[in-house]
């Protein structure tokens, strides 16, 4: 196993950027929340009343008032503000982003960097979509400063874990409508899916998984969809997700292979770790993909341990099963001897 630790030059490239991403993050989610759509005056039966407008949706704020004409005047000059900042912000990320694809920097491929951005813009990511599988090492080499071999972090796909424990928010109108599906179509309109799949395809073969728990209870069982459409994706029910549900998340800012930065939230390395370690031991799995398992799971062992300071305790990792969380210390053995 050979990791290639990050130079000087692209330590400081990716801090940069990480700052500057996270202010714009910040200010982009205060936009949306805040000034998304418009103010403005309507005449309804000769009066004049200030709507609130976002979408198709007019909402009024009440007839003409001194307090109404100075609320709408504090609106347009924050939004402005605002507007102004995000521009700047915008143009210095695209900047960086030459440089950060010369320095090696933009890792995560370029569709799952779009639907990743699409959802942590629509607030799903993190809250209740993750990523779990191989895109997460792009996560966890940001954190470390090391670069995984290409066979370890070479996908197709982007599997997502749906939380259903949550429930969209009703300022999630749009998620709801569309669905998963739906958002995914923003990103590339050739996204498909068969009735009733848990899987969406596009054009050049790239797919994205939709997957959660496998629940013991009905009325887990019949939450499949995360949105309203008819044909968004119906998340598969797999055993051993529960767990990770329940497990330490992680979040990093990364970088696309277009040189621009995105938010990533997935699992625990220690998790993803001993979760391959333990499907490397499944009968069942392609021997070609248990070999990759285990590789994977020693690569991100080690880097947990050595690069992130993170210990494999039974208290960090209390949402684990007690036999999964005992494999621990001979996966540490093996990556150690592999290293």
């Known amino acids: 196993m050979q990791l290639a630790e990050f130079s000087a030059d692209q330590r400081r ?99 799952a960097a779009r639907i990743l951005r699409k959802l942590d813009a629509e607030g799903l990511l993190g809250k209740h979509l993750f990523v779990v599988g191989t895109n997460s090492l792009y996560a966890y080499e940001a954190a470390s400063g090391v670069l995984f071999e290409t066979s370890l972090t070479a996908t197709e796909d982007v599997d997502l874990l749906w939380d259903v424990r949550r ?43 939709l997957i959660r728990p496998l629940s013991k209870t009905e009325a887990l ?37 277009d040189g621009l930065p995105l938010w990533m939230s997935c699992i625990d390395p220690r998790v993803f770790a001993l979760h391959k370690l333990w499907l490397s031991k499944q009968p069942g799995r392609e021997g070609i993909k248990r070999l990759r398992d285990l590789e994977q799971a020693k690569a991100v062992a080690h880097v947990a341990a050595a690069y992130l300071d993170l210990k494999f305790n039974a208290k960090d990792l209390s949402a684990l099963p007690l036999e999964l969380v005992r494999e621990a210390k001979s996966l540490l053995s093996l990556a150690s001897a592999s290293s």
């Open 13 to 111: 490239r990716l801090v940069d950027a990480t700052q500057a991403f996270e202010t714009w993050r910040e200010a982009n989610r205060d936009f949306r929340h805040s000034y998304r759509g418009s103010m403005r005056w309507k005449t309804v039966n000769g009066a004049d009343y200030l709507y609130r407008i976002f979408g198709k949706i007019a909402n009024s704020l009440g007839p003409r008032s001194a307090e109404l004409e100075q609320l709408k005047t504090d609106y347009t000059d924050q939004r402005m503000k605002l507007r102004r900042r995000l521009t700047s912000l915008e143009k210095k990320l695209k900047d960086m982003a030459r440089l950060n694809r010369a320095s090696d920097l933009g890792r995560v491929p370029t569709t």
């Open 221 to 257: 069982k019949a939450q499949s969809k995360l949105g309203d459409a008819d044909d968004d994706l119906e998340a598969a029910a797999v055993i051993g997700l529960e767990w990770r549900i329940h497990a330490p998340k992680f979040e990093r800012t990364v970088i696309g292979a």
């Open 167 to 209: 429930h969209l928010s009703l300022a999630l109108v749009d998620v709801r409508k569309e669905g998963v599906l739906g958002l995914l179509r923003h990103v590339d309109r050739s996204f498909t899916a068969r009735t009733n799949s848990y899987r969406a395809t596009n054009d050049e073969g790239y797919y994205v998984d």
